[in-house]
């Protein structure tokens, strides 16, 4: 008899520990794969405890690199940011996992991959619509959207059961009354307390980021710098750091040190629910402020209209989980072809919660002090705003003698 | 001989009583218009300042109640913002002026208005495409964009020497190295050494907020509630407040006591220049956050999109002084439209320049507990999810086989 | 034992003949709803045949004045195109079919609504999202996305023989190698030999229109006359016509001898496949191109954009299936707001499959002879327009000297 | 005495003959540009008369190749059309005459440009724009714009008797009562008695194409190849044309034959007024009509939108004169990656003004007749339908709630 292979996105949790399970249960050969993205995880522990359970191989791989600088680096260039305040943290990570997962599948000649997320969620949408961009002919399996699932699993005290009666280790520390989800760009809050909209989230809840009346007295000044919009250096006191996983660790220490970028929102999810998260993204906001600063500075007005309906574009794209799509891919390249402008450094300082922009510079801006001072009239000759105005007035009288007419 | 008579939007500053002196001498009938639009002036200095020049009559308006609930309250209700960031308290000031010298030109049969609004700038725009909406035979005086004057005034010591030439009172405080603009929504800094845009703005240049590091460590809760995208009340501690402009004045000594709203940016002005600006904005930041907090919460996902839209575009039909213009008050209805359904409370916690959003509320609001929690089904069957993922597959596993034909 | 009620979108052909035999084996009791939306069709010989099948009732509803005014002039008032050329016929009908449905269902208290509708369309979507916007808590079935229907009916042979075998009448005239559909604004043909999208459409297959080249050699002069963007009168010779349906359907006529408004195209559906389409929409295509010049004519130039990128928003809604949604309800009041303006005359030649503008007429549009006129000024000083593209210049002389540095 | 040098854009006509002469009495050195755009002109007696006005020399271009490939391909392929329905014959030739104007220009060591075109039109924007762009050292002299000019020249009259009094040979052929401006792509016709839009332009006044009554009644097939987006061959009959000057000659010459490509609309100027035009684009208004097709039929539905935007925002920069603009150039490189996949051919019947579309095919479309046939599942379960419109009804449910809360 030929054994299904199955790529089971694992996290070490009660959920996919018992989906694992189950999937044996059911004569599949379960290949777990864990991408280190940057949450604070015993990996080790991990794979022990699938072995454990039976699966016959764990797959962890540390793409915290290739999550930077392709996934986290192209929102920063692109100004990704969905419903004007969400930088997107989870949305970013699942395209990156799909590729762990799809290449793990190949690798493996399984043809099946199979997640724990849940069927009112994004992260579903997310992973089998990056999955299937990837590669059509795989087959996806979600358990929670299976009838034969859900009926036995109802809740999360029929999972602690079959946990217990196969013999899968529980984790002691009592379950917090929420859920997270934590990568090297932020960590995301929801669910439980945090439903009811008007609930405040406990001072508690947050890992990433201290307090902002506990954060220090004292402001740190940093300098980042970008090339075609993207971050290449961090400058704090003396040191400059370049290498681009090092800059996102340390603007995430220096970021939550400050208890910077945490938000807490009702946003739309693709599915059509609205949803109450709460997030903390400390670097990513740090750089978010610094790029959308140097952006307005470098580029072109009417360019920087074109771009931002593309960004806007892209946010919907990428919360839906549309990273892979003909459309991600093709607004991307229009991005960075607006971005080749944007490079120089902005100076912030930060400080209990805030990331203040103190100034900003650079070799190619169209900013011109000449032309813009009070003091010169450079080549400027204040008699053409008269005509300006003029002509724009224009439409408007025409406007006026008509709304006289009706 | 008959005499021209000029309506002269009049500050009390070095400007504008050359530019009334010079009328004088060009033999126009002046009447001064000053807009009490929350300055801090002392508008019966002014006055007597004026006469004493020879003006024929000095009107002061107390437009703040105006200003409140026709612009700033509909900016709020529109969640207007300029190239992300700014809020667009000098745009809004302008054409509520505008009506005030319009009124006054009417009511003292004037064919002419003057301003002392300088020729690189953007309030010329504003304030003249205000004033040829409201009525297109009004004759527009603009002394900075004309040869004759800009020839005999090249720069600020022409000024005082005009002024010390012909009696007029010049204010023994030095001139700031920047220049400002001040109404009850903002103040705006640019100019002098604010023209560097890598230079910090100096710690003493803000007027109408504490500098967060020296803001009390104590935060403060308040909870505003809106009403069809409009602000109805502001709640701190016991007091309500539902007076419009009591409740803007009150945020703007809560946000100005807690260092909120300060931004530093360059943006594009109308005429094509790069500026660089400072401003502050305490109330108007505060209502910004919490207005956009609860339509995301209210509105539904698509509408809010359309929204969005008409928000951008708006933002810069009153940037770049198109408020009465017919896309103006087209896109203003729609918005009004749109707003209906924003209606209910948000918590804020506001501290050392941070405003945070702890919880909403809303009577009419489509979003629905029940429906997104992870413990209930509700209406909600986890195995549509499947269908609705692989019907948004087909085109993206099309294009993968696509992508391999190429 | 209770029996469920569900009532059929029914229209006499061999598929919803066979899904109404189908539920009465199942134990439904089944009511047959027929829209006459303008079809030819016999409806008493459908609804005879029905009864005989056994359906307990049959409601045959003139929907075709209510498609005219609420739906079709909806469509032409907002300009509805999607994709740059479809004029929405069959997108139109459904949910004003929906309508009656759901009113067709309260009336005999069914919970169930079914259609003949198929898996791979855009009709089921417009169908079930126009019925559960109106009515939350109908249930509706659609055989064809049933594995026991589909299972049992593979193709036409099954049918065939499930008709023979349950004594339901078949018609004699062999099927087209298409399929269609149609109302009152049009006939839409695919499938079949079409689905190949360079097999051009055979010449015997357009029942709406003449073939061009057989249209009469003399053209025929018409006006249109819109108020706020409604048509409101059609005049042939000394003729003019004012009720809408009559309007509508001498249009129908005057285009269809004159071979107007056939499109051959390929199309996006809203579940992401290309399909191929041919389309004959005679009054819709008169009607667009009159109301299309009359609103450019008439709008202000700026409100004409808004109004553009909200009309391709509906485009896209109406397309799939959103009519009733909130964003679909939303837009049309703002584009009805646009609307107002749009008021005046347009004069037409209508030859051979063209449509030609002759001239246009309005009380109230913007349009000012005499300020564009060549032979006046007006109240145009030429020597403003140097000011104005001085100014314009101003950023693209920045840009060239960027250039110069890169 | 140095003597100032201009070039002047030279059409031959009565304007700039006067506009010539007048120059060299205000001591400039006058050299005349010509470019052949493809208007009907003859050059050679244009330069004769150029000569013996007292020009100090006649640069004639032929500029039709470059005027095909880089601005009429770059259009067709952007799909470019201002306000739904013109083509922008006119404005693409303006960036084109201009960048023989400045290297003109440059070759010569003149400092000066000036051109005829009037001060209420487009084109003066237009040439002006392009050459700041392209140069911003330039000065241009807009004798139209010129206080002293036009005062001197108040209308036809007074240039013939200046004419007349300078021995310029005047054309004995009575003037239209309207104005026209041909190139290869188009003949634009306004002004005279076209500024009553209402007026019906003359049968006489058509001069590229033959009144649709009168053209043949044989119809004419073609077929138009397309690589990314740019047309690359013409096949009729047995021909194939692949020459870009020759491809657009050529169907100049089938679509005039056949009554091809007229418009009369009204249009909004940049400069705020609303004109009326009548224009004639044979080759071009055919390229349009396939090119659209072919790219609905190759393009992802979503790169579709996107690019449609792009296409829109292009539009208004061309007729606006930005061709050389930041968001010009931006906007047609993203066009550009959009447009790579549009590749195929597509088939088509001309006939007495009508471009009927009859097919198309493509080696590389995402068109999957398989995927859509009614009569194979291929890779798509109908059930999966239900799913997907049972999610995207739950937001419209909710809508439905919340409107009987209200």
Redesign the interface.
Known sequence: MTTDKVILAYSGGLDTSCILKWFLEKKFEVICYMANIGQDEDFEQARQKALKIGASKVVIEDVREEFVTKYVWTAIQAGLIY???YLLGTSLARPCISVGLIKCAKENQARYISHGA???GND??RF??SC?????DVKII?P????EF?ARFQ?RQDLLKYASDNGIPVSVTPKAPW?MDANLMHISYE??IL???????PSDLFLMTKD??LAP?N?VRIEVEFQHGLPVSVTVGDEIHRNPLDMFILLNKIGGQHGVG????????F??????GVYETPAGYILHIAH??LE??SL???????K???Q??LS?YVYN??W????GQ??R??IV??EE?VTGVV?LEI????V??????S???????D?????KHA????????????????????????QN??
């Open positions: 419903e004007s305040r849940t069927g009112k579903q949408v089998e619509l299937y961009s990837l590669d059509p979600a929670w959207r299976l009838e859900t809740g859920s669910s439980g439903e009811d909209p008007s609930n405040e989230a902002p009346k007295d402001s945490r938000i807490d929102i009702t946003e739309n999810r599915i059509g629910l609205k949803s109450r959308t600063d307005v500075f072109d007005k009417e360019v920087y209209r074109v931002q309906s593309l806007n574009r919907d989980g549309f892979f799509s003909p459309e093709y607004v390249k229009c072809l607006a402008q100076k400080y209990k919660g805030n203040f922009v103190l100034g900003r510079s070799p190619v801006s169209l900013y011109n002090a032309l813009v001072s009070m003091d080549d400027f000759s204040p008699s053409d705003a008269t005509g300006f105005i003029n002509i724009h007035a224009i439409r408007l009288k025409e406007y006026n003698h008509y007419k009706i």
